[in-house]
């Protein structure tokens, strides 16, 4: 574990001083973390103790109750309501048609898969990650109604996507386990209510409390920033402590949060621009060297096209349905449809469902989804600001898509992502 974490540390160092000539490039910061974290896996020096690996575990999981609930936060909700009506559709169509889909077609190139455990691939699979491809919400050629499209998906999704995963993990435990199926009834009940509830009361008395101390000029700017993160580890711990599951409980606080105290998410955003992507980075670096190295071992022709169909088909298709009657070009169609990138969300429900459920062939499941969301930092890292700047160039010729909306801001990237380019 010392090498690997000083490995991590200096490649943070070794990137962050080219960081600024690498900006307009090709080489993305998650791509660059993981090719480091694979090349010390593939090295066998990152092998972990159990102890080790528990504090592995430990490290996503505060990364997840952080990203859920600081994504969550800097969506405005009465905004979204309002003017955002393509993530919507993307949310309430795409997010299902996508799991459908997904699944389905996991038992059609993954036979081993029961229909459940093809769900819970595809359900850990659904959440889309905007930081994989910052020039996509950031590049200024791309119509503010689109890159907007994508943020707030990307900001939703991953808590909307929760629920799913955790449900069909307990159905899917449950078929193989020695426990009734009213204790799996009872607790995926507890997991999903008593949750969203711890999560909506941190929020909004947590809220509340800060905001008021801030008007009051009680608090420091350090410790407002820092309460922001309190209130995500007491929705977390809080949920835990009743029954309910604290990952949903971080998400719901987070957008209670949004609501009831707008203006002090701006302590959130601060946070994230060094603290946040200093997890995000080690999330990258450990899955190269822990996670990879082991689905190379299980890589085979059905999983790499498994992973190669779940970035373009059942992402692309449940895309142009849920869109359907909006209007927009055929060109648009197709740029939401592939900007649909697989991250982080991905990588730590994946490794919830390791930790959490009980599936017959969990090592399948990890492997696709560690194989997808490899590709997927690849191939949409390298496409992300050409592919920008060629549909916005195309889009600008003839103003289309250029219906003015409210932005809402954008998951920090992991470095300044570039300004768009004539």
């Known amino acids: 574990m010392a090498e690997l974490l000083l490995f991590v540390g200096l490649t943070l160092l070794a990137f962050g001083v080219v960081s600024r000539r690498l900006e307009r490039s090709l080489v993305t910061p998650p791509m660059a973390f993981t090719t ?33 609930f600081t994504d969550a936060a800097r969506i405005d909700l009465s905004q979204l309501r309002r003017e955002h009506d393509l993530p919507v559709r993307l949310l309430a169509l795409g997010m299902p048609l996508t799991v459908l889909l997904g699944a389905g077609l996991a038992v059609l190139i993954l036979p081993e ?37 994508l943020n707030v998906e990307s900001g939703l999704n991953d808590g909307v996507a929760l629920p799913g995963v955790l449900i069909l993990s307990c159905a899917a435990s449950a078929v193989h ?30 809220g509340k409390l800060v905001d008021g101390a801030i008007t009051r000029g009680t608090i420091t700017h350090g410790f407002r920033d820092l309460s922001v993160i309190a209130l995500a580890l007491l929705s977390f711990s809080l949920a835990e402590l009743v ?44 899955f190269g060297a822990l996670m990879v190295p082991e689905a190379w071992e299980h890589l085979d022709g059905a999983v790499l096209a498994y992973a190669l169909v779940s970035l373009t088909a059942a992402r692309m298709l449940p895309v142009t349905l849920s869109l359907l009657g909006k209007k927009l070009r055929r060109s648009t169609h197709l740029f939401l449809g592939w900007f649909g990138p697989r991250g982080l969300a991905s990588i730590l429900f994946a490794l919830l469902v390791v930790q959490e459920a009980d599936l017959p062939h969990e090592a399948l499941v990890v492997t696709a989804a560690v194989v997808t969301v ?49």
């Open 177 to 206: 386990s020695d426990q009734t199926a009213s204790y799996w009834v009872l607790f995926t009940l507890k997991q999903v209510t008593l949750g969203p509830l711890a999560g909506l009361l941190v929020g909004f008395l947590g």
């Open 36 to 68: 480091f974290g694979l090349v010390l896996g593939l090295s066998g020096r990152a092998g972990v103790s159990a102890e080790q690996e528990a504090i592995v575990h430990v490290l996503a999981e505060l990364t997840l109750v952080l990203v859920l």
């Open 113 to 149: 898969l029961g229909w459940l455990e093809a769900a819970v691939l595809a359900a850990v699979l659904a959440p889309t990650d905007a930081a994989l491809g910052q020039a996509v919400v950031s590049h200024e050629k791309v119509p503010v109604r689109i890159r907007q499209a």
């Open 243 to 286: 029954g309910g599951n604290g990952f949903i409980a971080a998400f719901v606080g987070g957008l209670t949060l949004g609501s009831v105290a707008r203006d002090q998410c701006r302590g959130l955003f601060e946070f994230s621009e060094s603290e946040g992507q200093l997890l995000t980075i080690a999330t990258f670096a450990l």
């Open 374 to 422: 490899v590709l997927s930092t690849f191939l949409h890292g390298m496409t992300a600001f050409p592919l920008s700047n060629l549909y916005g160039a195309r889009l600008e010729k003839d103003g289309a898509e250029h219906v003015p909306v409210s932005e809402m801001p954008v998951r920090v990237p992991l470095g300044r992502a570039p300004d768009a380019e004539t």
